[in-house]
Structure formats: C-alpha cells, structure tokens
C-alpha cells in the first residue's frame, strides 16, 4: 500500500500537467482540476485510513533505503493534512469556475493551482529535509506565479512584497540545510533526530535550528515576520487568496511543528523558551492589526497571523493536550479561513468592493449570504458548538494544565478581539444600510452556483467538526502522540538502519 | 581552503544585505541573488573542500581509499543554483513588468497594494481606478 503516500503528490502534478497541455481549453482545464482534486481527496482518505488502522505509511523513493534515500512518510498528522488540502482545493477549484476570469485561465491558471497543491501535499509527505526544501520552492513559484497572473498594478505591487521575503526565508532554510548537513552528514529527518538528541553532532546544531525558525516562521507569519502576508494577501483573485490562505502559512507551521518536534526533541526547553514569546505576540499583534482595518481581506489577513499564534502555543508548551489542540486548531483553521476568503469574494461580487466603508445592506440582498458568512465567522471567533469552539478550548485547557495562566489569558482576550472583527465585517457588510453611493449588482444565478456551493461545503465541515469533535479530537490526539515520540518515528522509517547506528538499546520490539 | 571561502562568503553576504535595503527594486533583487550565492557556498563547504580527491572507491573495496570531500552538497548545490535561477528570472520579469507598469521600480512610489499618504497610485479595491484596470484585464 506504499503507493497511497505518493498519490497525494502524483495526482496535482499530473493534473497540472494535463492543464497545462489544455492550454485555451478552458472548461477542459477547469474539469481537470475538480477531477484531480476529487481523486486527491479520495487518495488521502484511503492514506488517513491506512494510517489510522496501521500506523505510518512510508515509501522509500527509488528504493534507496534511509536515510541514503529520499523517504515519503505519513504519519496521522501528515495524512489529516492532505485530506483537508484535497477538501479546501476542491472547494477553491470549484469555486475558481466562476472566479477565475478568463485572461488569467489562458494564463495557466489551473496549471498552477495544481502545482501548487502537488507542492503543498509534497511538504507534508517528505521525510527529508532538502526534499522539503524543493517542496517549498515547487510551491513558492507556483503561488508567485498566480499571484502575479492578473498582472492589475496591485497585483504586481503585492505581488513584488510577497516574492522578495519569501525568497529571503528560503534561502534561510538552505542555509540552515547546510549548517546541520556540515554538523551531522544527514538531511533524512528521523536520522538528524538520532544523530541531534544522542549529542553525536558537531558544531552550530542550535544555530542551524534558529535559522530553521525564522525560515519558517517567515513562511507562517509569525511576530516579528509576518509583514508581507497584509501586504500581499488582498490583492490576487479571491480563489487565489482563499488558497494562500487556507494552506501555505499552514504550511510553515507544519514544518516547524515537524522539526521541532522531531530534530530539536531532546534540547531541554529550547523549543519551549523559543516558541513561548512568539506564539503570545503573533496572537496579539495579529488581532490588534485586523482591529485598524477596515478592507475584508485585510481584516481576514491579519487574523491569519493571530491564528498562527494559537498554533505555536503547540510549540509553546509541548505538552500532549497542547500539540493535541495545535493539531486541531490546524485542521480547524485551513478550512475556516479559506472559507472566509471565499465569503470574501463573494461580497465582492454584489458590492464590487470590500472596503468596508462602500458595503452594506447585504442581510436583505443575499440572507442566505449571510447565514454562510456567519458559519464560518463565528467558528473563527470560537462560538459553540462550532469546531473554531473546540479548538480554541483546547489551546486553554492546555494553557490551564502547564499552569500557565498567562498564556489562558492572552489566548482568550485575543478571542473577544476575533469576535469584535467578526461582529465588525457583520455589522459593516451585512446589517447597515447600503452607504450613498454604494454599487449594488447581482450576480448570474450560474456565477452563484459555483461560487456559493464551496462555500457551503465547507460551512457543513466546520459544523461537522464542530458537532463531532470527538473523532477529530481522537485523530488529533493520535497525531500528537506520534510527534511527541521521535523515537517511533525514527524507527518506523530508519528500520534496521537505526538498530546499527543507535548506542543505546531500543525497547519495543519493531 | 575553508577559511578563505568563509571570508568570500562574508563579503557576499555583506554586499547582499547592503543591495538589499536598496529602494529600487533591481538592486534589491541583486542583493537577493549575491545572497543567494553565498549560501549556494555554504552548502559546497559543508561537504568539505579538498583538491583532485574525486570521492571514487576501487573495484574491490567497499569504502574510498583515504578522505574525499563528500558529493552529496555538490548535487544539493546544483539542485539549488537551478531552482535559484528560476525565480530570478521570474523575479526580474515581475521587476520588469512592474516598471513597465507603474513607470518607476522605487518601493517608495509603488504602494498600490498598501497605498500610503504619499505614494502615487490608488488602491485597486474601491476606487475607481481600480475598477477600470480590473476591467481592462478582464
């Protein structure tokens, strides 16, 4: 069953492909990409399943052994995350049928939104560090790309700040690859977790991990960091920036959850003391910038940078119930927040804008409208019985049990803020009346269709998430007690390999 | 040798940083390229750098006879420079188009994705310079 952890990878990429070939065949194209992430979702499912009943799923590439090789490996965290990035992209694909115009379609639009996906699901699968390194290139010029493709002077403005500090975390990350490559001879990461916590490495191991750090906490936002995703995520089409934002900052954080629970395992409070001021300002900083704004995805971009923050309580802490509520905040949010980004756009077709300032009137235009911004506003907010509740419960709880009261306290005063923003989009959008000189256009019933069946798709998510927490709450907690075991995983992937290396003697039997 | 290439790479990146905090996109970009290099270096040093010891073992063996530089970082350098000069050329083209554009690279002057009190050009949303270009690129 080897092959369900590349299929992730296989079906984008041969869909961008296809798409690409397609060229002006427009609808052709768009089938391709709701076909590819059907058959993406599909793929993933039949993963999480394999490794719900037996454990990680691992694929040596070319059969070179680890860690000589470059490993595939899906554990529960990895294999939730693909589900949900076949769910968000289907959503986005279809959505993208009545979003996408078409100059940026014969642009190669669908091409790279497959890339795109191929990339995003190839960083959660790979156990390898440069092989993550690639991934997040594959993705980066993918999103450069598309968000580039309208080609409008915001476009090209946002897009210029996007690229320039993107390509600088990159090069961080290379630069941290090479340091831990010098200090420890490998780049597999269950071996650099052997190599790292039995103290055989040489040299700047520590400093290597900073680096790691601020690579990809450039790439999640995180305070002091995250200054070019505001600037940049307002601008492409709203298919686009529900994409961005559903997946690639999460991205980042998967990939610092990844190393430093796995690399830096054993470093005595280092992962803790580096995290603990970071998640605290990202969360407070984020909402205090969404509070200044007045332009929807403005509002919504900042308010990815604060959610971030309740992810790195995770970090924060380490303890299991904190990695369990970072892991559910994580499958919580990319389905939240693209969701919002969708809602997003369309308020942008009945008003022609989002600023905030210009909108209005909307609960008596489009109440069902409303209703499907409501859903996911307040999950983000962190309302009952929606999963945002369960999720931001969890970040609490886990602060209350390392008896870190500070923590409770920032993670719930920034919760009020999320529902003053929420209430503010509410009231601004939807409940006042339409300001003098509003435009007020309807879209084609076919235009709604597509835009309004995504949105409503991940609407009953959240209140499946919501209502049966429980089962995501296991899932959840699984995933977190593979990350807080390195040993497992390290076994699981180097087999016999760790048997000749390791000095000291492995208990369970493999 | 080691030595040497830490002093190369210093200069690099000392440059790279200079270029960096650079107005004008170009330069910026260069800045970013030259920083580029010197971690392509980095990652050639962790290797170790040692003259005409090919990492080649004899027919009979089963190990390399004496120390080689390990090739690994040669082809992660490779990997690199390539990926590395994809997004130049697509940065340089986005730098391009954008000149074209907007009439000046100066980040300063730019500012239509977070207009501020000074710069020249309206947001798209909400303005109705804004609607004509969306129009025009539809």
New interface residues.
Partial sequence: MTWLVVAPILFPLLGAILAALLGRRRVLARGVAVAVCIGMTVSAVALLVQVWNHGMVTMAVGNWAAPFGIVLAADHLSAVLTVITGITGLAVAVYAVADIDRLREARGYHALFLVLLAGVNGAFLTGDLFNLYVWFEVMLIASFGMVALGRTRAELDGAMRYLALNIVATLMFLLAIALLFGSTGTLNLAHLHVIVSSGQAEGAVLAAGLLLAVAFGMKAAVFPLFFWLPASYHTPAFAVSAIFAGLLTKVGVYALIRVFTLVFADQDGFVQTLFWPVAAATMVVGVLGAASQTEIRKILSFHIVSQIGYMLVGLALLTPIAVTAAVFYLIHHIVVKANLFLVAGVIHRYCRTNDLALTGGLVRRAPWLAVLFLVPALSLAGIPPLSGFWAKLLIVQASLDAADLAMAAVALVVGLFTIFSMIKIWNEAFWKAPPDGAVAVTPSRRDLRFLCAPVAMLAVLTICVGLGAGPAFDLAQRASAELLDPRSYARAILGDFMVLTSNEPLGAPR | MEPYLAVVIGLLVAAAVYL?TDRH?VR??FG?AL??TA??L??F???DVLRGLPPLIAVDATTPNGEVA?A??QA?VL??IV?GF??FS??LA??F??AQ??GTAD?DQ?????PTADSK?S????SKD??A??KR??
């Fill in positions: 960096m996109m910026m970009l970013v920083l580029g971690v392509n980095v990652v040093v962790s290797g390990n690994l970082p992660l990997t690199a990926i994809g997004l697509f940065a986005l730098v188009k954008t554009r907007f980040v730019l500012g239509a994705a977070e050009f947001p798209v949303d909400g804004g609607a270009e969306r690129a539809a």
